[in-house]
């Protein structure tokens, strides 16, 4: 590891220009490039103290041994000249994008005295016209087979070509009119070169002036008496239009633009591209990179511009370009554009309509395409036990934690304390594991606190299980008759003892997952354990006071054999109990990949239980607190009486006449009812008449659903949940 300063230039070295820079490693490897538009003030960042940088420039900068630069007289020279060196070095710290398929192109070969129409894969080649990419090849062949209708262009190889012409005799293609056949004469070069720019031009978008010139011709045919002639041009016509509907319209005003989106999360991104041409959606490919430089947004997006127009000029470089953030500055980067196109591009944010529109599709595919690459890379075997062994070896543990169990804490300003645990198992989630927690012990926000109460209600209940199979027989019990008294409850609703929650009645699922249990999960009783295996990592969700929360927890239970380590949002750091510096993990760490996945299923399951306990709380009304009614003669009540209101004027003989419902229950119903305090009359807010129930009008009590009146935005509110 080499220390910055003693390759950091002298005084007034390095010039105030615009210009390129390149890092190298004591082997002379250009390890990374970047530009700047003062050489001066961006290379004086990276020699600041390596505890000011962040961790992935730290390890750059110490990785480097020599620093060199280049200057240009403008910042586009500056971008063009970036784009080349990191083309030419691969520079291991660069954002380098890679396709996460190889697209198709539908191609014509328009530099050949015969132009040919194909599939083609890979770098693309001068001379020839490229339309797509498509999703797959046979889409490509569908609307080939559908325009040689139309325009009979060349689609064989060479040989085949060749032979045919040596031969005199053309190919199928030729004989059934999808092909002018060309390799036997019966079309000029330049007719056929013609033919084919026809196509192109078609496929470019410009499709009204062929649909108008064949309804012309069909219409004169007709006039003339040749009917077959145009029933011909009637089928051209057809084929046409259905060649058309293959890409519907997204953009009613025939607009050429392509839509970029960005879906990232601390370690990876993945960004997805729609090529709009005519209105309609030509083409789409996605590509993912690993993270391994700080960058923001915008310099993704520029990252971006780059690989995918580098290479390109004229109209393959569209007239707008639209993005989900630009970069900074964003002028030399528009330039750029302008001049590889020849003419003005725009690049912007679409702010309304259909635009922005379609911009949240392409962001939900480009979320779509991180989330199936995510999955991929976890779902493989040497991946996972690479990952498991690089945590042991980072947290000095004895052996790979083949169960890893995670907490997280979450609330609203607050309100609804929650927390989730998540357990992965070899590497991959383990749903019938969750488990879901309320927060008893106190009121308030502090997540400190929190963590210490739910790591302990769990290891105690872990401590209690012991000591029911007699592995642990030490000290007290640590149930009373059988009730555990963690409080945690089960995915499913119960909580851990089989014991249901309020009311009685055991809750749905809170995000609809299928969380079972297998049988080798089972009691004695034939009931599913509770906490019964204890994880060899526990991962909280924070830094360094929820490690010691947790670390204190154990130690009271007196339990020593259960490493614990924290995952820090804001730069990836493991935290350990005890330790005032954390371990940096390496960028291209699995493990690393592994504890943030672990961390985040954590922190999704956390919030989702406490939003749908949050809308239940303001959906609650009296007959919530009936012990014994479930949902199921909550609705029969409701249903029978039209509203509260008239329920709880009924008697209990009458309430007994509801199916389902006993006269005990009955008598229970009455008795919470008249406990509960009635709303005032319902009030007409247009004309201010006061409204009654029996007019028709809803009761506007506690117990009716609604909607939290709460001050700010809904993505205030959203920002306010942790």
């Given at each position: 590891?080499?220390?910055?300063?003693?390759?950091?230039?002298?005084?007034?070295?390095?010039?105030?220009?615009?210009?390129?820079?390149?890092?190298?490693?004591?082997?002379?490897?250009v390890?990374?490039?970047?530009?700047?538009?003062?050489?001066?003030?961006?290379?004086?960042?990276?020699?600041?103290?390596?505890?000011?940088?962040?961790?992935?420039?730290?390890?750059?900068v110490?990785?480097?041994?020599s620093?060199?630069w280049?200057?240009?007289s403008?910042?586009?020279?500056?971008?063009?000249?970036?784009?080349?060196?990191?083309?030419?070095?691969?520079?291991?710290f660069n954002?380098?994008?890679?396709?996460?398929?190889?697209?198709?192109?539908?191609?014509v070969?328009?530099?050949?005295?015969?132009?040919?129409?194909?599939?083609?894969?890979?770098?693309?080649?001068?001379?020839?016209?490229?339309?797509?990419?498509?999703?797959?090849?046979?889409?490509?062949?569908?609307?080939?087979?559908l325009?040689?209708?139309?325009?009979?262009?060349?689609?064989c190889?060479?040989?085949?070509?060749?032979?045919?012409?040596?031969?005199?005799?053309?190919?199928?293609?030729?004989?059934?009119?999808?092909?002018?056949?060309?390799?036997?004469?019966?079309?000029?070069?330049?007719?056929?070169?013609?033919?084919?720019?026809?196509?192109?031009?078609?496929?470019?978008?410009?499709?009204?002036?062929?649909?108008?010139?064949?309804?012309?011709?069909?219409?004169?045919?007709?006039?003339?008496?040749?009917?077959?002639?145009a029933?011909r041009?009637?089928?051209?016509?057809?084929?046409?239009?259905?060649?058309?509907?293959?890409?519907?319209?997204?953009?009613a005003?025939?607009?050429?633009?392509?839509?970029?989106?960005?879906?990232e999360?601390?370690?990876?991104?993945?960004?997805?591209?729609f090529?709009?041409?005519?209105?309609?959606?030509?083409?789409?490919?996605?590509?993912?990179?690993?993270?391994v430089?700080?960058?923001?947004?915008?310099?993704?997006?520029?990252?971006?511009?780059?690989?995918?127009?580098?290479?390109?000029?004229?109209?393959?470089?569209?007239?707008?370009?639209?993005?989900?953030?630009?970069?900074?500055?964003?002028?030399?980067?528009?330039?750029?554009?302008?001049?590889?196109?020849?003419s003005?591009v725009?690049?912007?944010?679409?702010?309304?309509?259909?635009?922005?529109?379609?911009?949240?599709?392409?962001?939900?595919?480009?979320?779509?395409?991180?989330?199936?690459?995510?999955?991929?890379?976890?779902?493989?075997?040497?991946?996972?036990?690479?990952?498991?062994?690089?945590?042991?070896?980072?947290?000095?543990?004895?052996?790979?934690?083949l169960?890893?169990?995670?907490?997280?804490?979450?609330?609203l300003?607050?309100?609804?304390?929650?927390?989730?645990?998540?357990?992965?198992?070899?590497?991959?989630?383990?749903?019938?594991?969750?488990?879901?927690?309320?927060?008893?012990?106190?009121?308030?926000?502090?997540?400190?606190?929190?963590?210490?109460e739910?790591?302990?209600?769990?290891?105690?209940?872990?401590?209690a299980?012991?000591?029911?199979?007699?592995e642990?027989?030490?000290?007290?019990?640590?149930?009373?008759?059988?009730?555990?008294?963690?409080?945690?409850?089960?995915?499913?609703?119960?909580?851990?003892?089989?014991d249901?929650?309020?009311?009685?009645?055991?809750?749905?699922?809170?995000?609809?997952?299928?969380?079972?249990?297998?049988?080798?999960?089972?009691d004695?009783d034939?009931?599913?354990?509770?906490?019964?295996?204890?994880?060899?990592?526990?991962?909280?969700?924070?830094?360094?006071?929820?490690?010691?929360?947790?670390?204190?927890?154990?130690?009271?239970?007196?339990?020593?054999?259960?490493?614990?380590?924290?995952?820090?949002?804001?730069?990836?750091?493991?935290?350990?109990?005890?330790?005032?510096?954390?371990?940096?993990?390496?960028?291209t760490?699995?493990?690393?990949?592994?504890?943030?996945?672990?961390?985040?299923?954590?922190?999704?399951?956390?919030?989702?239980?406490?939003?749908?306990?949050?809308?239940?709380?303001f959906?609650?009304?009296?007959l919530?607190?009936?012990?014994?009614?479930?949902?199921?003669?909550?609705?029969a009540?409701?249903?029978?009486?039209?509203?509260?209101?008239?329920?709880?004027?009924?008697?209990?003989?009458?309430?007994?006449?509801?199916?389902?419902?006993?006269?005990?229950?009955?008598?229970?119903?009455?008795?919470?009812?008249?406990?509960?305090?009635?709303?005032?009359?319902?009030?007409?807010?247009?004309?201010?008449e006061?409204?009654?129930?029996?007019?028709?009008?809803?009761?506007?009590?506690?117990?009716?659903?609604?909607?939290?009146?709460?001050?700010?935005?809904?993505?205030?509110?959203?920002?306010?949940?942790?």
């Amino acid at each position: 590891m080499a220390d910055p300063s003693s390759y950091r230039p002298r005084p007034g070295e390095i010039p105030d220009t615009p210009g390129v820079y390149r890092f190298r490693d004591e082997h002379r490897r250009v390890i990374y490039v970047g530009k700047a538009k003062s050489l001066r003030q961006r290379l004086a960042n990276y020699f600041q103290d390596l505890a000011h940088l962040h961790p992935r420039t730290r390890t750059m900068v110490t990785t480097a041994a020599s620093v060199e630069w280049t200057v240009v007289s403008t910042e586009v020279e500056a971008l063009q000249l970036e784009y080349s060196w990191i083309k030419e070095y691969d520079p291991r710290f660069n954002v380098k994008y890679r396709d996460d398929k190889s697209y198709p192109y539908l191609a014509v070969t328009m530099n050949e005295e015969f132009p040919r129409v194909q599939v083609m894969r890979g770098h693309k080649k001068k001379g020839v016209r490229y339309f797509g990419p498509y999703g797959h090849a046979w889409a490509i062949r569908d609307t080939v087979d559908l325009l040689l209708r139309v325009f009979p262009v060349r689609t064989c190889s060479t040989g085949v070509f060749k032979n045919a012409a040596r031969t005199g005799r053309p190919c199928l293609l030729g004989y059934i009119g999808k092909c002018s056949a060309p390799c036997v004469g019966r079309i000029t070069p330049d007719d056929h070169w013609d033919l084919a720019d026809e196509f192109c031009d078609f496929m470019a978008g410009r499709t009204g002036t062929y649909l108008r010139r064949l309804e012309r011709q069909m219409a004169d045919a007709a006039e003339e008496m040749e009917y077959e002639r145009a029933a011909r041009l009637r089928d051209d016509i057809g084929a046409l239009k259905k060649a058309m509907e293959k890409s519907a319209v997204v953009l009613a005003d025939a607009t050429d633009a392509d839509l970029i989106a960005v879906a990232e999360d601390e370690l990876e991104a993945a960004v997805q591209i729609f090529h709009v041409r005519g209105g309609r959606v030509r083409g789409q490919r996605g590509w993912v990179t690993d993270k391994v430089e700080e960058i923001t947004t915008g310099a993704l997006v520029e990252h971006a511009l780059q690989q995918l127009y580098g290479e390109e000029s004229g109209d393959a470089v569209p007239k707008e370009v639209l993005v989900p953030a630009l970069p900074d500055p964003v002028e030399p980067v528009q330039q750029w554009l302008t001049e590889r196109r020849g003419s003005g591009v725009s690049l912007r944010i679409p702010q309304r309509g259909d635009k922005k529109a379609l911009m949240e599709t392409v962001q939900r595919n480009a979320q779509q395409a991180l989330v199936l690459h995510k999955t991929k890379r976890a779902s493989d075997l040497t991946t996972r036990s690479r990952a498991l062994e690089e945590i042991a070896e980072a947290l000095d543990l004895d052996s790979a934690p083949l169960r890893i169990e995670c907490y997280d804490i979450s609330h609203l300003q607050g309100d609804d304390v929650v927390a989730s645990m998540v357990v992965f198992e070899d590497g991959l989630a383990r749903k019938s594991e969750y488990r879901r927690f309320q927060i008893k012990g106190f009121e308030g926000q502090d997540d400190v606190r929190s963590m210490h109460e739910v790591i302990t209600r769990r290891f105690r209940r872990y401590l209690a299980e012991k000591e029911k199979t007699g592995e642990w027989a030490d000290g007290e019990s640590l149930t009373d008759g059988g009730q555990h008294a963690d409080g945690a409850q089960h995915p499913g609703g119960q909580h851990p003892g089989g014991d249901a929650g309020p009311g009685g009645q055991a809750a749905a699922p809170d995000d609809g997952e299928a969380l079972t249990h297998g049988p080798a999960l089972k009691d004695d009783d034939g009931r599913p354990k509770r906490f019964a295996y204890p994880p060899q990592l526990v991962v909280v969700d924070g830094g360094q006071p929820q490690v010691a929360a947790a670390q204190r927890a154990l130690d009271e239970l007196g339990i020593d054999d259960i490493a614990v380590c924290g995952l820090a949002k804001r730069l990836e750091e493991v935290w350990l109990p005890r330790e005032d510096d954390p371990v940096v993990l390496p960028r291209t760490s699995e493990g690393l990949y592994l504890l943030q996945r672990v961390r985040d299923e954590a922190h999704r399951f956390a919030i989702t239980y406490q939003r749908t306990k949050r809308a239940k709380r303001f959906r609650a009304g009296p007959l919530d607190d009936v012990p014994g009614l479930g949902e199921t003669r909550k609705q029969a009540l409701i249903k029978h009486f039209g509203s509260v209101k008239r329920l709880r004027a009924a008697t209990i003989d009458q309430i007994c006449e509801v199916p389902g419902i006993g006269r005990k229950t009955a008598e229970t119903v009455a008795v919470a009812l008249a406990g509960a305090t009635p709303a005032g009359p319902a009030v007409n807010t247009a004309t201010g008449e006061i409204m009654d129930d029996d007019d028709g009008a809803p009761e506007t009590t506690a117990d009716a659903p609604g909607e939290p009146v709460s001050a700010g935005t809904p993505d205030e509110r959203r920002g306010q949940e942790r």
